[in-house]
């Protein structure tokens, strides 16, 4: 049933497919990724940042119980469960917490396939672009194409010469881009544990520039191209539109 980690996590990892056949896991993974051949080994879960509650019962895999809403501190173990990384994920998602140091705070370069989770644009400012948050073990994938980094929203505003989160959208889709990333983020809003933790954000935003963030599949019927589904994203993504939240769903 795979290997405890040593440093203070709990998720198994496993060093073969024969291994994660064995397991409970392999059904909840298959339940978010359909095929698991794809996947290489060692597969580590502690490098998950999120797994699905409902999907974990339906599989009886057992965790941890959670510490809380909030991780314990800024110094919490590699991969502690907790229960909001962010205000605007599905409620469904248990989270494992990640330091600020480590992935994805450098941003990722251009063409990467990066996996995600988006709410459906509860602000009205997603006319133009579409807000996702990092989430390793989504089952969403983003392909970011053509992309561009920022620390912050105000240094995009400066570089494409915009006020505002739609009209920066809208020149960096005209400039070629497909999305921009922002790294260093501070939002209390978006991260109602970051005070309380002391760190200034928890997650990082890659905003798909040329998507509609106002549906939760990107686009007024369908779902965009650019949202990908399977292990690494290597297969298209069928969204169910009734979801706030955007999804891949595996028939």
């Avoid at 064995?22 to 999120?50: E, K, N």
């Avoid at 988006?118 to 983003?142: C, I, N, R, T």
């Avoid at 989160?165 to 209390?188: P, T, Y």
């Amino acid at each position: 049933s795979g290997v405890l980690t040593s440093h203070g996590g709990w998720a198994p990892t496993f060093t073969s497919a024969d291994e994660l056949q064995a397991s409970p896991w392999a059904g909840y993974l298959r339940s978010l990724y359909g095929d698991l051949t794809p996947i290489g080994y060692p597969l580590v879960l502690s490098h998950f940042w999120c797994l699905y509650m409902d999907k974990l019962t339906a599989h009886s895999v057992s965790l941890p119980p959670s510490v809380g809403t909030c991780p314990t501190s800024a110094a919490a173990p590699e991969g502690q469960r907790y229960d909001e990384n962010n205000a605007y994920s599905s409620k469904d998602l248990t989270w494992l917490w990640h330091d600020l140091a480590a992935a994805p705070y450098q941003g990722f370069p251009s063409n990467s396939v990066v996996e995600v989770t988006h709410q459906k644009d509860p602000y009205g400012d997603e006319h133009y672009g579409m807000w996702f948050l990092y989430a390793k073990g989504s089952g969403v994938y983003a392909d970011i194409g053509n992309t561009k980094v920022f620390n912050e929203h105000g240094d995009a505003y400066v570089f494409f010469n915009t006020q505002g989160n739609e009209d920066m959208c809208k020149a960096a889709a005209s400039q070629g881009f497909d999305s921009v990333q922002f790294i260093q983020h501070h939002d209390a809003a978006n991260y109602p544990c970051a005070a309380k933790i002391g760190v200034p954000y928890m997650n990082m935003e890659i905003v798909m520039v040329k998507l509609t963030g106002t549906y939760p599949c990107g686009q007024a019927t369908g779902t965009a191209s650019s949202l990908r589904a399977g292990w690494q994203g290597t297969k298209p993504c069928n969204c169910d539109p009734s979801n706030p939240n955007t999804n891949c769903v595996f028939s």
